[in-house]
């Protein structure tokens, strides 16, 4: 597509509940990036795709977060057992290639755990 | 532990006036600078940025300065519009540009406010 598509765009869940944020890059970008902003915070890197592999995790706060990428293309965020501080605005990204510096972001999830 | 900090939360400029934010960055092996702008509920989108093979760039209303000695960059824009009202997102890569997809470090944003 021609920008960074997530959904949902809001999602409130209950404590405990499980939840999937979606992410589809611009076509043809072979880098995903997710990062997350919290309530006054900055962007908090979590994770990072070339392809369908991730190289780096080291940003992923706990194993309650996973995520994957198929086909070089849509990545899904995955938090289980959701946790108040989870309440944040989740931020996918994409970038043309590993020669590239500026990430393209989406408009975000937004993720309210009550 | 910050590596990239903006520590002005918020500013406040008249119309035609210029802004000036500030970042401070920890590393001297920082090379490549970015600034982004983030209005409510949308992504940050890419507005300049600079390597330090300069200490100057230059894009219409919007320049940035690097001073690598004081690991200190600002961004100027002059003159200030409603419009540019947004939080201003400093952000680096910590590896040299192209050798990886190392990813984006990002300071906890200024958030601008134009004043008409």
């Known amino acids: 597509g021609a920008g960074v598509s997530q959904s949902p765009s809001n999602k409130v869940t209950e404590k405990g509940k499980d939840v999937e944020l979606r992410c589809d890059p611009i076509s043809g970008h072979t880098a995903l990036y997710w990062y997350r902003q919290s309530l006054g915070q900055g962007l908090e890197f979590l994770i990072y795709f070339q392809g369908n592999s991730a190289p780096d995790k080291s940003g992923l706060p706990s194993d309650r977060f996973s995520a994957e990428r198929t086909g070089g293309s849509v990545s899904t965020l995955t938090i289980q057992r959701t946790q108040q501080e989870d309440s944040a605005v989740y931020l996918c990204?994409?970038?043309?290639?590993?020669?590239?510096?500026?990430?393209?972001f989406g408009a975000g999830s937004r993720l309210t755990v009550l | 532990d910050q590596q990239v900090k903006q520590n002005s939360p918020s500013l406040s400029v008249q119309e035609g006036r210029i802004s000036i934010l500030n970042c401070d960055y920890t590393?001297?092996?920082?090379?490549?600078f970015l600034w982004y702008k983030k209005y409510p509920a949308e992504g940050p989108t890419f507005l300049i940025s600079?390597?330090?093979i300069k200490d100057k760039n230059e894009d219409g209303r919007f320049t940035v300065f690097l001073n690598k000695s004081a690991k200190h960059l600002s961004l100027h824009i002059v003159p200030s519009q409603p419009g540019d009202s947004a939080v201003y997102f400093c952000?680096?890569?910590?590896?040299?540009w192209g050798s990886g997809n190392t990813p984006l470090v990002f300071g906890k944003g200024t958030r601008l406010s134009v004043i008409a």
């Open positions: 590393n001297s092996m920082f090379d490549y």
């Open positions: 952000a680096t890569h910590p590896v040299r």
């Open positions: 990204a994409s970038m043309r290639d590993s020669g590239a510096n500026v990430l393209t």
């Open positions: 600079i390597s330090s």
